[in-house]
């Protein structure tokens, strides 16, 4: 007679919040997309709206190619002996919003057309950059070990090497304490 005994139990995992509404918002978004063009298409005609999504997607894709251009440039500069960082930083971000707004134009439908030129405007951008920046670092922290750790642990470590001038520019470097060395105090 063997006796079984039961498999050992899972722990509970509780599903994110974000989890459970992410997918309940995408598809209030697809309904209000949807609902939006079919109200166009009445009042100014099917083939205005296929003008305007082929519109949508071609601008979308110039505003595409143009931020991942943009975007090379910013590396290569930044690759250069004698770079400014900053610069390729701005550059960077600035990019990444763009090629945002590029892909939310590419997006069939109207209220993703309006976020992505949202994305491509520079005052909102710049809005949208400083908004992300501080939702980021309000984040609350990860777990131990985990990718997002790993990345916290990294731009905690670039802004702790950066020494600001008076002038505004940044210069990498570190400030090296040596305990066995004591100081003389002031030199006379």
Do not use: N
Not at 61 to 89: F, I, M, N, Y
Not at 139 to 155: F, H, I, K, V
Not at 158 to 183: A, L, N, S, T, Y
Request: charged share 20%; net charge positive.
């Amino acid at each position: 007679m063997t006796t079984s005994t039961p498999p050992p139990a899972r722990p509970q995992q509780r599903r994110s919040r974000a989890r459970t509404i992410l997918p309940l918002a995408l598809a209030a978004w697809a309904v209000l997309e949807i609902w939006l063009l079919t109200v166009v298409a009445r009042a100014a005609g099917g083939f205005t709206v296929l003008l305007l999504l082929v519109a949508g997607f071609v601008l979308g894709g110039a505003a595409v190619k143009r931020a991942g251009r943009s975007a090379w440039r910013s590396l290569a500069a930044a690759a250069q002996p004698a770079a400014d960082p900053t610069a390729a930083e701005a550059g960077t971000h600035g990019a990444a919003l763009a090629m945002l707004g590029g892909l939310l134009l590419m997006v069939p439908g109207l209220v993703s057309d309006a976020a992505g030129l949202l994305c491509l405007f520079p005052p909102t951008r710049s809005l949208l950059r400083r908004a992300a920046a501080r939702a980021l670092s309000r984040r609350r922290p990860y777990d131990p070990g985990s990718l997002g750790d790993l990345l916290q642990q990294a731009r905690t470590a670039d802004e702790q090497v950066r020494i600001h001038r008076p002038d505004g520019k940044i210069v990498q470097g570190e400030v090296v304490h040596h305990p066995e060395r004591e100081d003389p105090g002031p030199r006379r």
